[in-house]
């Protein structure tokens, strides 16, 4: 009764078995104890011999059989007491493992490649440039590759660097036809910061007409030493950076969430 109660209250085996085998081991000297040829025709002496030497018999013969049965493992007797072991999942076949390129180019950081800097009017966005090559096509189809929008603090920030841009690069022109200026024509313009080139930045820009793109003839490219450029233009720039690395991480992560789901 005292083992069943031990067990139903969740005591780990093995103070069950304890209990168990000290209560086989006092059965048993109980018995040998009580033998007739222990206590009849001898001294004292000779009854003190015979009853150790009993004694210690029926605890070698129980020791000896509790060694074959000993628990090895000290799992609980009561598997509500503890949590579920969940075994890991396995990742699907189409997300990519540790070993790929993929995750190699996430954890130094490659796999953003820098950004463009949109300009319309006085709105700006952000552009992220990936290096999509080494990844599979559903996790292009999953990664989220919309531009992002700058809060306040950053707008601020880069409308000071591209005061500084402008300082450098010619202003942009209008298409002309043989009929003279098209009207309803918009400039967006773009600067474009390679992480690996981390010298220079890029400066161009295209004509917008009814939500179409209209590329110059010929297309103006100016490429801009940071050298050039600001402390703060350049502290931009460099924040920027960190912003793409830390975005195109975090968007790859959330698209393999999608994708294992």
């Known amino acids: 009764m005292v083992l069943y109660l031990m067990e139903k209250a969740g005591i780990n085996i093995v103070w069950v078995f304890i209990v168990g085998w000290l209560s ?18 001898a001294n004292a002496g000779v009854q003190a011999w015979r009853a150790c030497f009993v004694s210690a018999t029926a605890l070698l013969v129980v020791g000896y059989f509790a060694t074959k049965i000993w628990p090895h493992s000290e799992q609980p007797a009561a598997a509500s007491t503890q949590p579920s072991q969940v075994p890991p999942s396995i990742p699907p076949s189409n ?10 180019q996430l954890a130094s950081g490659k796999l953003a ?3 463009t800097l949109h300009k319309r009017g006085n709105v700006f966005s952000i552009y ?3 290096n999509t090559d080494q990844l599979n096509a559903p996790m292009i189809t999953a990664i989220d590759q919309a531009d992002l929008a700058p809060t306040a603090d950053q707008s601020a920030r880069i409308s000071t660097l591209w005061s500084d841009i402008r300082l450098r690069v010619p202003q942009p022109e209008p298409v002309r036809t043989e009929y003279g200026i098209v009207e309803g024509q918009e ?8 992480i690996q080139e981390p010298n220079a930045v890029t400066w ?3 004509v917008m007409k009814n939500g179409s793109g209209i590329t110059p003839h010929p297309q103006v490219f100016r490429k801009i030493s940071l050298a050039d450029l600001s402390s703060d ?6 924040e920027l950076d960190a912003l793409a690395v830390h975005t195109v991480n975090r968007r790859y992560i959330e698209a393999m969430v999608r994708i294992s789901k």
């Not at 086989?24 to 025709?41: F, K």
């Not at 233009?233 to 460099?238: N, V």
Request: aromatic share 14%; hydrophobic share 45%.
């Open 233 to 238: 233009g350049r502290k931009t720039i460099s």
């Open 204 to 206: 161009t820009y295209e």
């Open 128 to 130: 992220l440039i990936m």
């Open 113 to 115: 490649q820098g950004w």
């Open 187 to 194: 400039f967006v313009e773009h600067a474009t910061h390679y």
């Open 24 to 41: 086989i081991a006092a059965a048993c000297l109980y018995l040998v104890l009580n033998i007739p040829w222990v206590w009849i025709g």
């Open 95 to 104: 997300v990519p493992t540790d070993g790929t390129d993929a995750h190699q």
